[in-house]
């Protein structure tokens, strides 16, 4: 079955500086990976996703990038804000089904 | 993105009572809808996914008489922790999924089981 690890477990960063956290997966089949953001007593929110058709995608401040042949994607955060503070699951799904989550990365911006 | 909510958000029982918890998809149809357990600093742990009119599929270690899923129509899921014990206090998340939609979370109930 899939395997999906995450790294770094924990980050800090100063505000305004950039955050990347990378997710690896185990499992060629899988074509859609979605990032989640948990913030402390709420369920995970969709904040960006990725197919495996397209090797970037952006949306403001935050952007996903996908390398099919390593088999790994990373979640890039420019312009860290405070409120940016959170836990960041990524996942790793086959055509939207049976999906595996990664352990999760706290990340701390720091005023 | 599309809404789930779950009801209640928190819950606190005594031991050996059921507790019943809903998950809604108010904006569009789940055919799947999944249940996941997350104990503090911990990832998500799936307990069970269902398909509407169907039977719910448990994961390995997940008592399926202890926890009840019912996905009786597009837009409902129920989970019901019976006879519950504090062993069983967690924070419980549903997620709806409407193919080819992505899964959309609920914002979680925290039970605590006295």
């Known amino acids: 079955g899939e395997n999906v690890e995450q790294h770094p477990s924990t980050l800090s960063v100063q505000e305004g500086d950039s955050a990347v956290i990378k997710c690896t997966y185990s499992?060629?089949?899988?074509?859609?990976f979605p990032w989640y953001k948990q913030e402390l007593g709420k369920g995970p929110q969709l904040i960006i996703d990725?197919?495996?058709?397209?090797g970037e995608k952006k949306d403001q401040r935050i952007a996903v990038t996908l390398n099919k042949t390593a088999k790994h994607f990373s979640l890039h955060i420019t312009e860290t804000q405070p409120e940016d503070s959170a836990v960041y699951f990524c996942a790793a799904s086959n055509y939207g089904q049976n999906f595996v989550f990664g352990p999760g990365t706290r990340l701390s911006v720091l005023p | 993105g599309a809404v789930v909510s779950q009801h209640p958000s928190r819950v606190i029982c005594k031991s050996g009572t059921s507790v019943k918890i809903e998950c809604r998809s108010l904006?569009?149809?789940?055919?799947?809808m999944f249940w996941y357990r997350q104990f503090p600093k911990q990832s998500l742990m799936l307990m069970a996914t269902?398909?509407?009119?169907?039977?719910?599929?448990?994961e390995q270690g997940v008592e399926k008489d202890k926890f009840l899923i019912n996905h009786a129509s597009l837009t409902l899921s129920t989970l019901t922790v019976t006879s519950a014990h504090p062993e069983d206090s967690s924070f419980y998340i549903c997620?709806?999924?409407?193919?080819?939609?992505?899964?959309?979370f609920g914002p979680g109930t925290r039970l605590l089981v006295l």
């Open positions: 269902s398909n509407e009119g169907s039977k719910a599929t448990y």
């Open positions: 499992d060629s089949a899988s074509n859609y």
């Open positions: 990725i197919r495996s058709n397209v």
């Open positions: 997620s709806a999924q409407g193919l080819p939609r992505p899964q959309y």
């Open positions: 904006d569009f149809q789940a055919t799947t």
